[in-house]
């Protein structure tokens, strides 16, 4: 079983940056695929970055992301962080981390096993 925690969210204007970690109850970050979503109010869960297991962890972003948000992990700390930058108001959401022992596209939320609670990210304009 693994437990995700994610820590980070709050609130930041326009342009700012947040980093927001994921901290796993188990040595997760050698031996799953992981992946960072978010939940806007009244849309469906989307898919931010990841990190696929089965491409040497290889990182993959969404087009929303990309340029502007950085996935990494701490093997050591057993966290995986998503950095956050030129935040626009469209990025405000709940944020979670997941983990997925399977083979398929890191993308696909319903690949993932393991979900975080989430933390909220408001960005004010």
């Known amino acids: 079983q693994v437990q995700l925690v994610e820590s980070g969210g709050g609130l930041v204007q326009a342009g700012g940056s947040l980093r927001l970690s994921c901290a796993a109850s188990?040595?997760?970050?050698?031996?799953?695929?992981m992946g960072w979503f978010r939940q806007a109010p009244g849309k469906e869960r989307e898919f931010v970055g990841g990190?696929?297991?089965?491409?040497?962890?290889?990182?993959s972003y969404a087009d929303s992301a990309k340029g502007r948000f950085t996935v990494w992990r701490d093997i050591a700390e057993n966290t995986m962080y998503l950095q956050m930058n030129s935040l626009k108001p469209e990025d405000t959401a709940v944020y979670s981390c997941?983990?997925?022992?399977?083979?398929?596209?890191?993308?696909?939320?319903?690949?993932?096993?393991?979900w975080g609670q989430g933390t909220q990210v408001t960005v004010s304009s």
């Open positions: 997941a983990a997925s022992s399977a083979h398929g596209s890191p993308d696909s939320a319903r690949l993932y096993d393991y």
């Open positions: 990190m696929d297991r089965w491409s040497s962890f290889a990182t």
């Open positions: 188990t040595r997760t970050f050698t031996s799953y695929s």
